[in-house]
């Protein structure tokens, strides 16, 4: 079993940055990839980025520029970097832990984009 905490989530206003925190526990040998992904009322859940292990990393169209997201192996912790963010980013954010044989999630951490 993977236990993932997520922290960092809050309320900004438009234009303003946020960093998100995932935090890794247990089995983490059998995982080869971290993600994060958001759902927001009424919506599906979508990925917004992942990075496989040796750092290849992927980020949807939408989020492309404004987010990075990066990792401490030591610290077996993944980050989202978000900027200039907008209102359409209100979300729940999740992380989630890709493994060989199971994923993984985070309880989710609220983000909201308003003035």
């Known amino acids: 079993q993977v236990r993932l905490v997520e922290s960092g989530g809050g309320l900004v206003q438009p234009g303003g940055s946020l960093r998100l925190s995932c935090a890794a526990s247990g089995s983490i040998f059998s995982i080869y990839g971290m993600g994060w992904y958001r759902q927001a009322p009424g919506k599906q859940r979508e990925l917004v980025a992942v990075i496989i292990n040796g750092g290849t990393t992927n980020y949807a169209d939408s989020v492309k520029g404004r987010f990075t997201i990066s990792r401490d192996n030591a610290k077996n912790t993944v980050y989202l970097q978000m900027n200039s963010l907008k209102p359409e980013d209100t979300a729940v954010y999740y992380c989630?832990?890709?493994?060989?044989?199971?994923?993984?999630w985070g309880q989710g951490t609220q983000v909201t984009v308003s003035s």
């Open positions: 989630k832990a890709i493994g060989a044989e199971s994923d993984y």
